[in-house]
C-alpha cells in the first residue's frame, strides 16, 4: 500500500478550471425564476398559507436542495473535462503538467533491499517514476544520478528499467549535492517550470540533515524565478532482517611470517538474537566455509589467509547467505603489498612548526628516510613522481613550480598547505590567495563546527568513533579567497578550517590555521596527526600497487582503460560494482561504503525541518507491487454528477407522484 501525506490531484487541462463560474448559472436561473411573480396578499387565501406553514417550510428546504444539486452538478462537470489526476504525490495544483521534470535517481547498496515480493527498492521507484510520468504530454525529462552524476536527457522514464545507467550499484548517494545540481541545471538551462522527482529510500547518511549545504539549497531555490517544486518518492519500508558484511583491515604480514596476513570484519545486522550463520572465504580458486556466532546487533571476526601465487590467487571475498539485499553481502581483499610513503616538508627553515609537522608526517622514527625537508626555493628539485605527500609551510611558489604542482595532484599526489605566518600576495593556481590573519581574543577561541564524517581526512573510524576536532580551539586564522574550494570542516564562526581543491586523480587541502601554541591547539596531535596520515595514504595511493577504496568514490577514469575482474566469470564493472580489479600491475579493492550498512532512516519530522522553506511533496511507498500512483479519475466525477442529476430531478417530481413511485416499490 501507498502511504499518502496529504491526498492531492492534478489537471491535464487546468485553463477549463475557468469556466468554474459556470455554477453559479443555476443561482442566476433561480433568481430569475423569482423575479417573475409578484406578491398580492388576498385575504381568502391567507388562511390556507397559515395553515399550511409547515408544507412552505419543507418546499422551501426542497427548493434549496433542487438547487444544491444543480450548482454541484456544473461543479463536477467542469472538473471532469479538466481530466484530472488523483494521486497522492502529484500535488493539489491548477498549474498543468510542468514543461521539465529532473528525475534524481538514488542507485545506492541499500537500494537493492527487497520488498516481500521479491522486488528491489530501486526496480519499484523506475516502475512508480514510469507510471507517474504517463499523461505528462508535452513534459521533457531529464535523469541525474548518484554515479555518473551527468544530467541526461529521457525520451521517457518508461525507459529507466532498461537502462544500464540505472542499474543497482553499490556506492553511496550524496542527496544533498544531486538536489543542489539539479538546481543549478534549472539555473543555467532556464528549464521553465520545474519539477524535481527525487526517488531514495531515504538513508539518513544519504541524505544528511545535519549538512549546511540544505540552507544554501533553500536559497537558490528562492532565487529561480520560475516554480520549482520537488517530489520525493520514498521507499522506506522498514526490514525485518538483514546482514551485511564490511572489511574493517588488513593486518599485514609479521616479519616472522610474511606469507600470512590477517582480515578483521565486521557482521551487522537489524536482529539482536544469538544465532549462528556460515560465513564464505573464497581466494583464487580456493573456497571455504565457517560458522560463525553472532551476538547482539554488531560483530567482529579475524581470519587469516595466505598469500597466493598470483595476482588472482591473493584476491578475494568474504561472503554471507542470501537475505533481503545481497548487495550487502560481500566484501572483498587482497594480500597486502607493503609499499613506502614519501613525505617532503617546504619550509623556508626547521622551526617549531615544521617540526610538529614533521612527526605528524613520520610518528614512526624508524621511518624517517621517508621524510625530507625541502627550501621553496627548490622545489623544483622534488622527486615528484616518488612523493606521496607534500606539506606545503610557506609563501605559494612561482608559476613554473606551481604547474609542477599542478600536475603532481593531477596524477593523483597529495599536498597540504598551512598558511605563512606573514601576508602573501601571490595566486595559486591564478585565483587562490591568502587573506589577512584573523585574530581572536583569548577568551573567545573559535572551535570547529561541522566536518565530513563520512570520507577524507576527518572521516569516522571503522569503530565509529570522531576525530576530536571539536576540541581544537583556535585563536589565529589566516582565510582563503578562490574558486574550487570546498570546505571539510568549518570554524563557529561559519569559516573554513580545512579546505579541499580536487584536481583530476589528487586533492590539493588548505589548512587555516597553523600548528602553533599562538595560533591552535592543532600542535596537540590529535587531530593533526590522523589528518595528515589520512592525506598521506591518499597520495600513495597512486604509488601503491594495491588500492583501497570506496566503491565510486575512485577516480576509474584517470587509470589505464584495462581493468578487468580478478573474478573474470563475474566480469562487473568498477564504476558501479564492489569487487578485486586489476590494471596493469596494480590492484584495486573497490568495497561498499561503509554509510550503506547503516539501518537508520529519516523521519517525517526530520525530512520537515530539514526542507524548510522548500517546496515539497512526499509519497512513502510500502508495499512493493502497486506501481500506479497516478491515474485519471474523470469517469468517476461523470458518476457523480449523473447520480446529482437524479437526486435533483427526484426532487423535482410532484409529491403525489413520488407516492405512487414508493408504493411501486421504487
Known amino acids: 500500500m501507498y502511504d499518502f501525506r496529504g491526498t492531492t490531484m492534478t489537471f491535464l487541462q487546468p485553463l477549463l478550471l475557468w469556466g468554474l463560474p459556470l455554477c453559479l448559472i443555476p443561482i442566476l436561473i433561480h433568481l430569475m425564476n423569482r423575479i417573475r411573480y409578484r406578491t398580492v396578499n388576498w385575504a381568502a387565501i391567507m388562511f390556507l398559507i397559515k395553515a399550511n406553514r ?72 523506475k516502475a512508480i517514476l514510469a507510471s507517474a510520468s504517463k499523461g505528462l504530454t508535452g513534459t521533457r525529462f531529464v535523469l541525474l544520478e548518484n554515479v555518473n552524476r551527468k544530467a541526461c536527457d529521457l525520451a521517457s522514464p518508461e525507459i529507466l528499467a532498461d537502462l544500464s545507467d540505472t542499474a543497482q550499484t553499490q556506492t553511496a548517494c550524496d542527496i544533498p549535492s544531486l538536489i543542489d545540481e539539479a538546481v543549478n541545471y534549472v539555473i543555467a538551462n532556464k528549464t521553465g517550470v520545474t519539477e524535481i522527482w527525487v526517488a531514495s529510500d531515504m538513508q539518513i547518511t544519504d541524505w544528511q540533515p545535519e549538512n549546511s549545504r540544505w540552507r544554501e539549497i533553500e536559497s537558490k531555490i528562492k532565487s529561480v524565478p520560475q516554480s520549482l517544486r520537488i517530489r520525493i518518492l520514498a521507499l522506506d519500508s522498514k526490514v525485518d532482517e538483514n546482514m551485511s558484511v564490511r572489511l574493517v583491515k588488513i593486518n599485514p604480514p609479521r616479519a616472522s611470517d610474511p606469507q600470512e596476513a590477517e582480515l578483521v570484519f565486521e557482521i551487522n545486522r537489524i536482529a539482536s538474537g544469538d544465532t549462528v550463520i556460515p560465513v564464505t572465504f573464497s581466494q583464487g580458486e580456493n573456497k571455504k566455509q565457517i560458522n560463525v556466532k553472532l551476538t547482539g546487533t554488531s560483530n567482529k571476526f579475524r581470519q587469516k589467509i595466505t598469500k597466493g601465487a598470483s595476482v588472482a590467487e591473493n584476491c578475494g571475498y568474504i561472503e554471507l547467505p542470501a537475505d533481503s539485499n545481497i548487495n550487502d553481502n560481500r566484501a572483498y581483499f587482497t594480500f597486502p603489498v607493503q609499499q613506502e610513503k614519501k613525505t617532503v616538508i617546504v619550509s623556508p627553515d626547521k622551526d617549531v612548526a615544521a617540526e610538529i609537522l614533521s612527526i605528524a608526517a613520520c610518528p614512526n622514527e624508524k621511518n624517517q628516510g621517508n621524510l625530507k625537508f625541502q627550501q621553496p626555493s627548490a622545489a623544483d628539485l622534488i622527486d615528484y613522481k616518488e612523493t606521496a605527500l607534500i ?37 595559486l593556481f591564478g585565483s587562490i590567495i591568502w587573506e589577512k590573519c584573523e585574530i581572536r581574543k583569548e577568551a573567545e577561541p573559535l572551535s570547529v563546527k561541522e566536518w565530513d564524517r563520512r570520507s577524507g581526512p576527518f572521516e569516522d573510524t571503522a569503530s565509529g568513533e570522531s576525530i576530536a576536532l571539536n576540541e581544537l580551539k583556535i585563536q589565529k586564522t589566516r582565510q582563503l579567497q578562490g574558486y574550487g574550494l570546498n570546505p571539510i570542516a568549518s570554524c563557529t564562526d561559519g569559516k573554513p578550517l580545512v579546505s ?94 561503509p554509510s550503506e550498512d547503516i539501518q537508520e532512516y529519516l523521519g517525517s519530522s526530520d525530512l520537515e525541518e530539514m526542507m524548510k522553506g522548500i517546496s515539497f511533496s512526499t509519497l512513502h511507498e510500502k508495499s512493493g507491487t502497486d506501481t500506479n500512483i497516478a491515474t485519471e479519475i474523470w469517469k468517476a466525477f461523470l458518476v457523480i454528477m449523473l447520480l446529482f442529476l437524479v437526486s435533483e430531478a427526484f426532487l423535482c417530481l410532484p409529491i403525489s407522484l413520488k407516492l405512487k413511485t414508493k408504493k411501486a416499490g421504487f
Not at 401 to 408: G, H, N, S, T
Not at 550 to 574: H, L, Q, R, V
Open 54 to 125: 409547515s408544507s412552505t417550510s419543507m418546499a422551501r428546504l426542497r427548493q434549496f436542495l433542487i438547487l444544491l444539486f444543480r450548482i454541484l452538478a456544473v461543479l463536477v462537470l467542469v472538473i471532469a473535462i479538466a481530466r484530472p489526476l488523483a494521486g497522492g504525490w502529484l500535488g493539489w495544483t491548477f498549474s498543468g503538467p510542468p514543461e521539465t521534470v529532473i528525475i534524481l535517481l538514488d542507485r545506492s547498496a541499500s537500494m537493492g533491499t527487497e520488498y516481500s515480493t521479491r522486488t528491489s527498492r530501486l526496480k519499484q521507484a
Open 391 to 427: 606539506i606545503w609551510a610557506a609563501p605559494f611558489p612561482g608559476e613554473e613550480v606551481q604547474k609542477m604542482l599542478k600536475q603532481f595532484i593531477s596524477e593523483g599526489g597529495s599536498i597540504i598547505f598551512f598558511p605563512p605566518e606573514t601576508d602573501d600576495p601571490t595566486k
Open 500 to 593: 579541499r581543491l580536487k584536481l583530476n586523480g589528487g586533492n590539493a587541502y588548505f589548512c587555516t590555521t597553523l600548528p602553533l601554541q599562538e595560533w591552535s591547539t592543532l600542535g596537540e596531535g590529535q587531530v593533526l596527526v590522523p589528518m595528515i596520515q589520512r592525506i598521506l595514504n591518499e597520495g600513495g595511493a597512486r604509488l601503491s600497487k594495491t588500492v583501497f577504496s570506496d566503491c565510486g568514490g575512485w577516480d576509474i577514469e584517470s587509470m589505464a582503460n584495462d581493468i578487468k575482474d580478478t573474478i573474470p566469470s563475474e566480469n562487473k564493472n568498477p564504476r558501479f560494482n564492489s569487487g578485486a580489479y586489476r590494471s596493469s600491475d596494480k590492484v584495486m579493492v573497490l568495497n561498499r561504503p
